[in-house]
């Protein structure tokens, strides 16, 4: 794996974790996701390939698309990912956090995956 792939990967987790985060797209196809990457198709399929492999994100047929997901564990690193790239541009907020002022996700500190939004 190349440096270059590592980072179309770090790409991919980061638009992927938006996406979701503004009800963008949870299950978007490597053709939704290339408009906003622009990368060459040996690009975007080396990159998808580890990510799978990897376990952070799934891939599902639908109809004659395949669809790309966040694992749990693919949203933490999208997440981590995102925060360090743009933390300096937004405020504190998450992408990843519910409505429900009572949820743990809005709690000072919380660093997990909201289980509501986790599920969207």
């Not at 792939?5 to 996701?33: C, F, H, V």
Request: net charge negative; with cysteine.
């Amino acid at each position: 794996m190349t440096d270059n792939t590592l980072r179309w990967q770090d790409e991919i987790l980061q638009l992927m974790y938006w996406m979701k985060g503004e009800s963008l797209g949870a299950n978007p196809t490597a053709e939704e996701l290339n408009r906003l990457l622009n990368f060459t198709s040996a690009q975007l399929e080396a990159a998808l390939h580890g990510l799978i492999a990897s376990g952070l994100i799934d891939a599902q047929h639908s109809g004659n698309h395949l669809r790309f997901s966040l694992t749990i564990r693919g949203i933490e690193e999208g997440k981590r990912r995102f925060s360090e790239e743009f933390s300096r541009a937004l405020g504190k907020e998450s992408h990843l956090e519910c409505g429900d002022p009572n949820c743990d996700c809005h709690a000072p500190g919380w660093d997990g995956v909201c289980h509501t939004v986790a599920e969207r």
